[in-house]
């Protein structure tokens, strides 16, 4: 996608329903990104329901793991060898 936004996430939405089987209902956890607010910007297909994680979170999001693993140890070495050169 060329860009992250409702309309992206709703395309996004789109492809998903059409993966989940004929009769079940998928969850999605999402955290608080403005894209991923459901309303008149997004339209969420019926045989999907999104579950916003609490704010200030970050122990429920694995990605903020890899954040946290990059910052700590490949992210900072790159800015501590940038500053050497």
Do not use: C, K
């Amino acid at each position: 996608m060329p860009a992250v936004n409702s309309e992206a996430m709703a395309e996004h939405l789109r492809e998903i329903s059409t993966q989940v089987a004929p009769g079940a209902h998928a969850v999605l956890v999402l955290d608080g990104a403005g894209w991923h607010q459901a309303g008149e910007r997004l339209p969420v297909p019926d045989n999907i329901s999104l579950l916003a994680l609490p704010p200030y979170s970050p122990e429920l999001n694995p990605v903020e793991n890899i954040w946290q693993f990059l910052r700590g140890n490949f992210l900072t070495r790159i800015m501590h060898e940038g500053r050497r050169a």
